[in-house]
Nanobody, 124 residues
Framework: QVPLVESGGGSVQAGGSLRLSCVTSGFTHRTVAWFRQAPGKEREGVASIQSYDGQTDYADSVKGRFTISRDKDKATLYLQMNSLQPDDSAMYYC???????????????????WGQGTQVTVSS
């Protein structure tokens, strides 16, 4: 199975924007999501998108600032991140679930396949 591959991370100043991408070949009909993990903290669900109906879910901490989207033709998942803050600094991972609709889509235990991550660093 083709792995999930993230890209687009980097270093930005507070208030800046980044767009993360994740190649999701082989996972077209699966629910996919973005997670993040900062040093010493648990992995946190950031945003998800259900394959079945396109429903999106966001962590409260990113609502109104981040947007998840998916281009199935390009087999790519995106995370547009605006108004970035230092607390957004983390390794960001994309993940794929086993089906096209799952409950609690921001729980890491719901996902089977994971990418290697891309680092996002936001300076104040």
């Amino acid at each position: 199975q083709v792995p999930l591959v993230e890209s687009g991370g980097g270093s930005v100043q507070a208030g800046g924007s980044l767009r993360l991408s994740c190649v999701t070949s082989g996972f077209t009909h699966r629910t996919v999501a973005w997670f993040r993990q900062a040093p010493g903290k648990e992995r946190e669900g950031v945003a998800s998108i259900q394959s079945y109906d396109g429903q999106t879910d966001y962590a409260d901490s990113v609502k109104g600032r981040f947007t998840i989207s998916r281009d199935k033709d390009k087999a790519t998942l995106y995370l547009q991140m605006n108004s970035l803050q230092p607390d957004d600094s983390a390794m960001y991972y994309c993940a794929a679930a086993l089906s096209g609709f799952i409950s609690s889509p921001l729980r890491a235990t719901k996902y089977k396949n994971w990418g290697q991550g891309t680092q996002v660093t936001v300076s104040s």
